[in-house]
């Protein structure tokens, strides 16, 4: 892949989307165009141009707003994946059974209801309703309360 322009803040796959962004940033004050994309190379041996997935890179033409472009762009792609997480979740059917942290008991909650905090019928503490698509792989969580060393608690 050829070295990028620096006010390159999006490269699109398609041309829906990259007009799509460019208004996205203009109505956001920041003006910006598709970047013209050389042809590929030709081969000497084969006469034959390699192949390559098309794409429209996006140019901030203002460099001074190329870190607010990209800003707004992380902001706009964060909201849409919880508009389509939301979704996906509520469009869940059938239950799903979670257990209390504080009583330990089991609670029936429709499906809908996975990725949420909700109040234990039980003992009235909150207790998480487990979602299989919540990666939390990358979270630390830190030290139990305590000693920061061992974890140990008083």
Same mark, same amino acid.
């Given at each position: 892949?050829?070295?990028?322009?620096?006010?390159?803040? $999006?490269?699109?796959?398609?041309?829906?989307?990259?007009?799509?962004?460019?208004?996205?940033?203009?109505?956001?004050?920041?003006?910006? !165009?598709?970047?013209?994309?050389?042809?590929?190379?030709?081969?000497?041996?084969?006469?034959?141009?390699?192949?390559?997935? !098309?794409? $429209?890179?996006?140019?901030?033409?203002?460099?001074?707003?190329?870190?607010?472009?990209?800003?707004?762009?992380?902001?706009?792609?964060?909201?849409?994946?919880?508009?389509?997480?939301? !979704?996906?979740?509520?469009?869940?059917?059938?239950?799903?059974?979670?257990?209390?942290? !504080?009583?330990?008991?089991?609670?029936?909650?429709?499906?809908?209801?996975?990725?949420?905090?909700?109040?234990?019928?039980?003992?009235?503490?909150?207790?998480?309703?487990?979602?299989?698509?919540?990666?939390?792989?990358?979270?630390? $969580?830190?030290?139990?309360?305590?000693?920061?060393?061992?974890?140990?608690?008083?």
């Amino acid at each position: 892949m050829p070295d990028r322009d620096p006010r390159t803040v $999006f490269v699109a796959d398609n041309p829906r989307l990259a007009e799509a962004v460019i208004q996205l940033l203009a109505a956001n004050g920041i003006p910006a !165009e598709i970047e013209q994309v050389p042809p590929a190379p030709v081969s000497a041996l084969t006469g034959m141009s390699e192949e390559r997935a !098309e794409e $429209f890179p996006i140019l901030v033409t203002e460099p001074k707003k190329v870190d607010e472009a990209r800003e707004l762009l992380t902001l706009a792609e964060n909201k849409t994946a919880v508009y389509v997480m939301a !979704e996906k979740r509520a469009a869940r059917t059938g239950d799903v059974t979670a257990t209390c942290e !504080e009583c330990g008991k089991e609670s029936t909650w429709p499906a809908k209801a996975m990725g949420t905090t909700e109040v234990c019928p039980h003992c009235g503490g909150y207790m998480d309703v487990p979602d299989p698509d919540d990666d939390w792989s990358d979270v630390d $969580f830190g030290t139990e309360e305590g000693d920061e060393e061992t974890g140990a608690k008083e």
